[in-house]
């Protein structure tokens, strides 16, 4: 693992943290699109020599993670009027003591999986803090929209521990991958501008008229 | 070849329906696919194919079993459609029909998968192509059930994705020719993989999945979904989208039982089990929706179906048949509602009682569905439930298979008090007298008439490919 990719990849983990102590929902957005940018650089980083397929999966990561995604999630806000504010169900304060101990726990298991690649450690701890800060977020954030932005830093944490299987796991399953996330984030993203019209505002809180009396 | 037509002749279907602006075209475009569909069925069990794109694509016993659930339960549904569509017009439009095509499609897609990432991409699309058909009324009750559906089922899914990197991890160790992620090549080479990972991938891929199927306690989604969407969409979920979920879970519990690894995953199968029946039997009781009381019905099966593989040996068979019933009684029971539910406009037990008068055919049919979903004999999901329930006890679970039973008559009684009530009972307000439309009845009295079939007599092939079922899951036949 090269110097670049190590630094790429704690990055990934400060966008996390930016996430959990913003109060400002375009500044998720943006955060979201940064760690997509860095999880496009680093399969390009990652390995030594150059191949079709690692660009290939470096420029669908750019177009679909970087620039798609926050395209549309800010035009959600846009359209819909969603208010500005993130509106936390627990405090920034606590959410970011939260991550970090997540971060920290996810770090002290990683070398505990062996796994045969090389920097494969660090890769694990990654993946593992990015898979439960999206868990911190999508539960401790009322509006829709920040949860999908919970959801996509799950996915993305998905997405680094699967960069230990692209030399074995054929490219047609990482295409794969990114469509799902794409067309699901799209379908979720049509969802939540139809909450925003029916309720007048974007939070999940409202949806409660269904349960057991 | 034919194999691959299982799922692009649904796939095609789904564009060409979408082109068509007239409905009638996209009803009749609708049938013609489930007939083709379950014709290519009929010959893939005929002559068995060959597995094709380099072994990713094949038609195996269990996989072929549901495949045929799946097809079967499709053709009834699309024929229940056009008297479905004739009545209600979607506000979806055009979508309604595309999306049930392409639901079929990815619903193939995941019974023919032998490589475990491609079933999941199947899995993560009948997840999407589901979302639009519970939505279709556009209201704000069915918005917020597709929310909650698309939230837990995609972190669901996220979590099955990560079982399955963890089960590519597993196989590093494997011999250099091993395919990465096909089933044959993974249990061939079962007693190289890493067990840890092994384990990992299991735990990952029974919370994924088993959030898509509903189990007790990842089951949130369930009742609210399942009281929203439209019956015929209901009945798709509770048969279809759970088979083949529970699909995922079979696929990777074979791994394990060729890796030795059974008694690891065998109380975690237990436990989702019993979980499920008691949450199933405290919720029934007093249920004021069918539709809702379905779901909660369709919450104890999953667990039925978990605790069969569980215990292993004859509930391994047992479990399988009971995909086949289970699927067979939903698509009844929720085809059955959803007449009662076009003649009055309410699934609310209390506003629909005596409709032993102005429904007949329906009302007998619901009571029939009771009794088939609930497991009386003469019919099929007695089998199989008392075959799971003899595996309990000859694998030396008698405590739990009291248990059990005792939940299962639970669930009997709560369920027969609201479906009797709706049966018989006063009309209190007066349901028209209606005309029942053959095309609404055809698709419920089929699949009455298959699960009580099953009651009595298994047909030669399908007893041959449950005893190979069987056998892949490290079981045995009766």
Redesign the interface.
């Known amino acids: 693992m090269t110097q670049i990719a190590s630094s790429l990849l704690l990055l990934v983990v400060l966008a996390d943290f930016v996430v959990l102590g913003t109060s400002r929902m375009s500044t998720c957005i943006r955060a979201i699109g940064v760690q997509g940018l860095l999880l496009a650089g680093l399969p390009v980083f990652l390995h030594a020599e150059w191949s079709v397929h690692m660009a290939g999966l470096a420029l669908g990561t750019a177009a679909v993670k970087a620039v798609g995604l926050p395209w549309f999630l800010s035009w959600a806000i846009r359209e819909a009027n969603v208010r500005r504010e993130v509106e936390p169900l627990v405090g920034f304060v606590p959410s970011l003591l939260i991550g970090a101990v997540m971060v920290a726990g996810s770090f002290a298991v990683a070398p505990t999986?062996?796994?045969?690649v090389q920097g494969g450690t660090l890769l694990v701890a990654v993946a593992l803090s990015n898979?439960l800060t999206g868990?911190v977020v999508?539960t401790s954030r009322l509006k829709?929209v920040t949860?999908v932005v919970g959801?996509l830093m799950?996915?993305n944490g998905?997405y680094v521990?699967?960069l230990?299987?692209t030399q074995?796991?054929?490219f047609l399953?990482e295409l794969?991958?990114l469509l799902?996330v794409f067309?699901?984030v799209f379908?979720?993203g049509i969802?939540v501008f139809?909450?925003n019209r029916?309720?007048d505002s974007m939070s999940?809180s409202h949806?409660?008229?269904?349960?057991?009396? | 070849m034919i194999v691959l037509a299982l799922i692009l002749v649904p796939a095609f279907a789904a564009l060409g329906a979408y082109a068509h602006r007239e409905s009638a075209f996209r009803t009749g475009w609708l049938v013609v696919a489930a007939v083709v569909h379950a014709g290519l069925v009929g010959v893939v069990w005929a002559a068995p194919p060959e597995p094709v794109l380099g072994g990713w694509i094949a038609a195996d016993a269990i996989g072929l079993i549901v495949l045929s659930v799946v097809s079967g339960l499709f053709l009834m549904a699309a024929i229940y459609a056009v008297g479905y569509l004739r009545r209600e017009t979607p506000r979806g439009g055009r979508a309604f029909v595309s999306c049930l095509l392409a639901f079929l499609g990815a619903a193939s897609l995941v019974t023919l998968s032998q490589h475990l990432g491609v079933l999941w991409v199947g899995m993560e699309a009948t997840t999407l192509s589901v979302a639009p058909l519970i939505y279709h009324r556009q209201d704000r009750r069915s918005l917020e059930a597709v929310w909650k559906y698309l939230m837990l089922s995609s972190v669901g899914i996220a979590l099955a994705l990560l079982g399955v990197f963890f089960l590519a991890t597993a196989q590093f160790a494997a011999p250099p020719g091993a395919r990465p992620l096909v089933l044959p090549d993974l249990v061939r080479d079962a007693s190289r993989l890493t067990p840890s990972w092994l384990e990992a991938a299991f735990v990952f891929l029974l919370a994924g999945y088993g959030t898509k199927m509903g189990l007790a306690p990842l089951h949130s989604w369930k009742p609210d979904t399942y009281g929203e969407a439209p019956s015929l969409v209901g009945g798709l979920m509770a048969g279809v989208l759970t088979s083949c979920a529970f699909l995922g879970i079979v696929r990777v519990f074979q791994v394990l039982v060729a890796a030795g690894l059974a008694p690891f995953a065998q109380p975690l199968l237990l436990t989702f089990g019993i979980i499920s029946l008691v949450v199933a039997a405290a919720f029934v009781l007093g249920q004021a929706d069918v539709k809702r009381l379905l779901a909660y019905s369709s919450i104890e099966h999953m667990g039925l179906l978990v605790l069969g593989l569980g215990f292993g040996g004859v509930g391994a068979y047992g479990t399988v048949l009971h995909v086949v019933n289970n699927a067979l009684a939903k698509g009844l029971l929720f085809l059955a509602v959803g007449n009662v539910v076009l003649a009055t406009g309410t699934s609310l037990v209390a506003e629909i009682k005596g409709l032993h008068r102005a429904l007949p055919a329906s009302a007998a049919l619901l009571v029939v569905g009771l009794l088939a979903a609930t497991g009386s004999p003469p019919f099929g999901s007695f089998v199989s439930e008392f075959t799971i329930l003899r595996s309990a006890v000859a694998s030396g679970h008698v405590v739990m298979a009291l248990v059990i039973a005792g939940l299962i008559v639970m669930i009997f009684a709560g369920m027969g008090r609201s479906v009797l009530r709706v049966f018989h009972g006063d009309p209190g307000r007066a349901v028209a007298a209606h005309a029942e439309d053959i095309w609404l009845l055809a698709g419920p009295v089929i699949l009455a008439g298959a699960v009580l079939m099953l009651g009595v007599y298994i047909p030669a092939p399908l007893g041959r490919a449950l005893a190979g079922a069987a056998a892949a899951l490290g079981g045995v036949s009766p």
């Open positions: 999986l062996p796994l045969p898979v868990l999508l829709a949860q959801y799950l996915e998905i521990f699967g230990t299987q074995r796991v054929p399953l794969g991958v799902d067309v699901g379908i979720m969802v139809h909450i029916e309720f999940s949806l409660e008229e269904l349960r057991e009396p």
